[in-house]
T-cell receptor, first 114, second 116 residues
Framework: GDSVTQMEGPVTLSEEAFLTINCTYT??????LFWYVQYPGEGLQLLLK?????DKGSNKGFEATYRKETTSFHLEKGSVQVSDSAVYFC?????????????FGKGTHLIIQP | DAGVIQSPRHEVTEMGQEVTLRCKPI?????LFWYRQTMMRGLELLIY????????DSGMPEDRFSAKMPNASFSTLKIQPSEPRDSAVYFC??????????????FGPGTRLTVL
């Protein structure tokens, strides 16, 4: 079945550091890919998405590029802030029409220190 | 719009008791999803509805779990009887299918369930 693997956390960085959170997937065909963010005590919010190969999703300084050849969708940000501290989830949705449920990775807890 | 509304936000109960979690999706959304989040298993899709009809319940862990959607603005997830291993955060999400596939799912704040 479909699956998403993302790097284990927690990831601890200093403010203004460069961020990469790795995500790889296994799926039939070409799914759509997503990054969701969960701030403490809240539900998940969509951060960015990409629906086909070589698409780049971007939002709030975060970027991720859909790499079909490596089945990856790594999340990057050039300069992180304390307010970016949260849990980040990589997810996929299979092609096939409709609005099927998302398959999530385990999540990566990001801690940004001032 | 108020977003997806879930109640209660926290629930503490004893093993063997019935638990009912509630969800109000965003008005106009025709898909509703129930997810469970635990440290061990991460986020898992339990069941989802389209136009109030259950489409895929393969993620429901066992017969103790049931979900209903009597109308477009309300859904329940029931656990009877509850067990300590059901302790988790349960999320409801909704989305609107349209001409564009893979529309964004909007999540509620979750219900943190603790079964003693």
């Amino acid at each position: 079945g479909d699956s998403v693997t993302q790097m284990e956390g927690p990831v601890t960085l200093s403010e203004e550091a460069f961020l990469t959170i790795n995500c790889t997937y296994t799926a039939t065909g070409y799914p759509s890919l997503f990054w969701y963010v969960q701030y403490p005590g809240e539900g998940l919010q969509l951060l960015l998405k990409a629906t086909k190969a070589d698409d780049k999703g971007s939002n709030k300084g975060f970027e991720a590029t859909y790499r079909k050849e490596t089945t990856s969708f790594h999340l990057e940000k050039g300069s992180v802030q304390v307010s970016d501290s949260a849990v980040y989830f990589c997810a996929l949705m299979p092609k096939g029409g409709g609005a099927d449920g998302l398959t999530f990775g385990k999540g990566t807890h990001l801690i940004i220190q001032p | 719009d108020a977003g997806v509304i879930q109640s209660p936000r926290h629930e503490v109960t004893e093993m063997g008791q019935e638990v009912t979690l509630r969800c109000k999706p965003i008005s106009g959304h025709d898909y509703l999803f129930w997810y469970r989040q635990t440290m061990m298993r991460g986020l898992e899709l339990l069941i989802y509805f389209n136009n109030n009809v259950p489409i895929d319940d393969s993620g429901m862990p066992e017969d103790r779990f049931s979900a209903k959607m009597p109308n477009a603005s309300f859904s329940t997830l029931k656990i009877q009887p509850s067990e300590p291993r059901d302790s988790a955060v349960y999320f409801c999400a909704s989305s609107s299918a349209g001409p564009i596939q893979h529309n964004e799912q909007f999540f509620g704040p979750g219900t943190r369930l603790t079964v003693l």
